[in-house]
């Protein structure tokens, strides 16, 4: 896993036990044709593992992400928000290989968001027409904002006649435009907006409301175990590394964290 993989299939010993239980779960799924049981382990799966032996390795744990050199610039994906959406397609199809995303920088390269495949899969078909027709940061906009904002529903429609997509504009429906953001805001709760506040701080780039889907950062001088937490709790293999002002420096992966523990281990035997 610290060299890349992504998972692991794991056979496991059919002991006595197993074959007990063989009757009661062969209908289960988790018995192949060969009778033998098996596990689907993750890199999640070994660095919540890692996480709950954390006091084996105290002496790297505190240490700060950049002293461990773990912050990866060179499979760093990004746009700049006046990019294209569609240009992130691309990206992404090398994004996934890496278990990361593609970020979106404003025009001094501090971070405004992320494209990811987890947030294009949470759309129907409806978003196909904006991706076509925005840039990446309108695209973060239409997506993360409970629901497209009406200036952008129409930003869409009259680039798709522009391009004679007519048949495009079906994709968009009625539901598509929303009347107002009084809806969304009246109903948003805290933990919807609660990242939002980073963007503030930063002067971020786009004054839209985003919600929880918003992208997790930390800093060079971060802990490790602290950016462990962070990627564990919101169920990412990925937190993206920003310095105080914002600016887009790097990312941090589960690769690159198993990598470092693997060091570590080969030293303590």
């Not at 070994?46 to 912050?71: H, P, T």
């Not at 695209?139 to 129409?154: M, N, S």
């Not at 929303?178 to 963007?199: A, H, I, M, R, Y």
């Not at 937490?229 to 990925?238: E, F, G, K």
Request: charged share 20%.
């Amino acid at each position: 896993m610290s060299k890349g993989v992504q998972n692991v299939v794991i056979p496991i010993p059919n002991e006595k036990r197993w074959k007990k239980k063989e009757c009661e779960t062969l209908d289960s799924g988790i018995f192949h044709n060969d009778k033998l049981a098996y596990c689907w382990l993750t890199q999640e799966d070994v660095m919540r593992y890692l996480l709950n032996s954390i006091a084996v390795f105290s002496s790297i744990a505190a240490e700060a992400i950049d002293k461990l050199g773990i912050i990866d610039t060179q499979n760093l994906f990004f746009l700049y928000y006046d990019d294209p959406a569609s240009s992130a397609l691309e990206l992404l199809t090398a994004s996934i290989v890496h278990q990361s995303s593609v970020a979106v920088v404003d025009p001094q390269g501090k971070f405004v968001g992320e494209i990811s495949p987890f947030m294009l899969n949470s759309c129907d078909e409806a978003v196909a027409p904006a991706i076509a027709t925005l840039s990446a940061g309108d695209l973060l906009a239409y997506i993360d904002c409970g629901g497209p904002p009406e200036d952008l529903v129409q930003l869409v429609k009259e680039r798709l006649r522009e391009q004679n997509l007519d048949a495009a504009l079906e994709l968009l429906g009625e539901e598509a435009s929303l009347p107002s953001w009084s809806s969304f805001s009246s109903t948003s709760s805290e933990e919807d907006v609660c990242l939002s506040g980073k963007n503030r701080k930063h002067g971020g780039y786009s004054s839209r409301v985003v919600r929880r889907s918003e992208a997790i950062v930390c800093y060079p001088w971060s802990s490790l175990v602290a950016v462990m937490i962070q990627a564990l709790s919101h169920r990412v293999s990925y937190v993206w590394v920003v310095k105080e002002d914002g600016t887009l420096t790097g990312i941090v992966t589960f690769q690159s964290m198993l990598k470092i523990f693997r060091e570590r281990l080969k030293l303590m035997s």
